[in-house]
């Protein structure tokens, strides 16, 4: 019964990410599929041109080129606007979202509400809230624009050359298993960074209102060591959670490097051997796996602080 009450009460607070606020939400989802055709088209351009220059073209090349201008207006007109919309949109929903959560905060009981410490509050109202922004509401767009260029790059990759695209799959595993090591790792981690600023606001909360207490006291160094701890018990906890990002990130670079080196030195074979791959396939195709394995690598950690940001607001 409980779990439920708190499914629905969470549901509550994600609804005022989006009350009245649904058309931005929308506008910014098209705009950001939009732009991300555009990428993927730049890469086929990018084929073209390579093919047209191998071929000798120039027909084609003049042709190629006036797509490129008609590409490049249009993604800056889109550009434009998404930076218009998307950042209306984070504002309103997270304008919202801390008013609500302070309406019910206002509606507890005395009783109710001395249970918890001050600090308690004031940590969700800003440095949860902001993780909240960052964590879930912003890592939504770059998940669409994400998994929209994997999905993208796999129908292109299966028009040009279904053999590479199998190796490119195959090749794709090595920073899937790198970057699936430590998701957990990094929301246990988001926990962990929630609790040492609560604990930190509190004691700030503590001392400058006790500050009268302190001075007559003189108990200055004494106050200077105690804040000097809680402060280094709230960076540690994010540094640690910056280690985690940056060794994931490090070994799927790595692994991403030899996927990419792999399919350019297989489809290298391919084209010297005759096997109806052009060097403009190839050049794509290197340039397709960076939208196959930028989702690999960073959708789990984007996942695993989405994760973690839910559950903030639970």
């Known amino acids: 019964m409980k779990t439920k009450q708190n499914k629905k009460k969470n549901r509550e607070f994600i609804h005022q990410l989006y009350y009245k606020n649904r058309i931005n939400f929308i506008v910014t989802i098209i705009l950001t599929i939009a732009m991300s055709s555009l990428n993927l088209m730049i890469s086929w351009l990018i084929q073209q041109i390579m093919d047209c220059t191998a071929n000798q073209d120039m027909q084609a090349l003049v042709r190629s080129a006036w797509i490129v201008i008609i590409v490049v207006v249009i993604y800056t007109i889109a550009n434009v606007m998404y930076r218009a919309v998307y950042p209306r949109f984070l504002q309103r929903a997270m304008q919202q979202y801390r008013d ?67 190796l490119a799959v195959a090749l794709s595993f090595l920073p899937v298993a790198v970057s699936m090591t430590a998701g957990n790792r990094l929301t246990e981690q988001e926990k962990e960074i929630s ?75 391919l084209a010297i051997s005759g096997k109806g791959v052009t060097a403009g396939v190839v050049i794509v195709f290197v340039q397709l796996m960076n939208y196959i394995l930028n989702p690999i690598s960073q959708v789990p950690l984007l996942w695993s602080n989405r994760k973690a940001a839910i559950a903030l607001m639970e």
């Not at 200077?224 to 018990?233: D, H, I, K, V, Y």
């Open 100 to 166: 609500y959560a302070f309406s019910r905060l206002t509606q507890k009981s005395l009783r109710s509400f001395s249970k918890e410490g001050t600090a308690l509050y004031v940590s969700a109202l800003t440095n949860d809230c902001t993780s909240i922004e960052n964590n879930y509401l912003a890592a939504t767009f770059t998940l669409i624009e994400l998994l929209f260029c994997f999905l993208g790059a796999l129908i292109m990759m299966l028009y040009y050359s279904p053999v590479m695209l199998v």
């Open 195 to 269: 609790k040492k600023n609560e604990r930190f606001v509190s004691i700030v909360n503590e001392l400058l209102s006790g500050f009268p207490v302190i001075k007559s006291f003189r108990a200055e160094t004494q106050v200077s060591r105690l804040f000097s701890q809680r402060n280094e018990q709230a960076e540690e906890a994010k540094k640690n959670k910056r280690r985690t990002e940056q060794l994931i990130s490090l070994l799927a670079n790595d692994a991403g490097i030899i996927a990419q080196m792999g399919i350019f030195l297989a489809g290298a074979w």
